[in-house]
């Protein structure tokens, strides 16, 4: 089973600034199908990224993902107050679904 | 607008069973997978099976395949995910989400979830 890490485990960051998280598989990830979800307390996840790099829809461009193989990141390029949350990466190369990362918590100062 | 409501938290005894039903509305009932996953306090994501609405058929991880049941009525867009023999060690926030079918490997089919239930909280608890 593939086991997805996430780092760095909590982010603490002033609103405007870059936010880079990543999340790196014990091994390859069959054609970079990784995705990310933003999950606050109390609500529902939300998919931001599918495929890697493929924002969902109605996510805004400031959050965009990269990365292949083992090595992901989801970059969100300006933050806002809203973007506090914990932020989950997921493989669905090989079944079953996941694991998820245990999570980067997300900030802002 | 897709939406997934999902019923109210529940508290069990050790040993007793529960039942979560999540109902679907927005998009064509029968056209994605339903999954399930759940969320114990301080762990990560952890997903437990699905079910294609259009047919039945239902695939589980293997740590729950022996204790959850999932049920699709169509006409009420609904499923219901039944967990028994409960230990706290199932005290958790469980999730359906929609499936987007990526692919199929050997052991079943491969998703990430657009869309997700609000959560709904179970508590084992003597």
């Known amino acids: 089973e593939i086991v997805l890490t996430q780092s760095p485990g909590t982010l603490s960051l002033s609103s405007g600034e870059r936010a880079t998280l990543s999340c790196r598989a014990s091994?390859?990830?069959?054609?970079?199908?990784l995705a990310w979800y933003q999950h606050k307390p109390g609500q529902a996840p939300r998919l931001l990224i599918y495929h890697a790099s493929h924002r969902a829809t109605g996510i805004p461009d400031r959050f965009s993902g990269s990365g292949s193989g083992t090595d992901f990141t989801l970059t969100i390029s300006r933050l806002e107050p809203e973007d506090s949350a914990v932020y989950y990466c997921q493989q669905y190369g090989s079944s079953p679904p996941g694991p998820f990362g245990l999570g980067t918590k997300v900030e802002i100062k | 607008q897709v939406q997934l409501e999902q019923s109210g938290a529940e508290v069990k005894k050790p040993g007793a069973s529960v039942k979560v039903s999540c109902r679907a509305s927005g998009y064509p009932f029968s056209t994605y997978d339903i999954n399930w996953l759940r969320q114990a306090p301080g762990q990560g994501l952890e997903w437990m099976g699905w079910?294609?609405?259009?047919?039945?058929?239902?695939g589980f991880a293997q740590k729950f395949q022996d204790r959850v049941t999932l049920t699709t009525t169509t006409s009420m867009a609904t499923v219901d995910m039944e967990l028994i023999r409960l230990t706290s060690d199932d005290t958790a926030v469980y999730y359906c989400a929609r499936g987007v079918l990526s692919g199929y490997d050997t052991r079943g089919p491969q998703y990430y979830f657009d869309s997700w239930g609000q959560g709904t909280q179970v508590i084992v608890s003597s």
């Open positions: 091994r390859s990830i069959s054609a970079g199908y």
């Open positions: 079910t294609n609405p259009n047919n039945g058929d239902t």
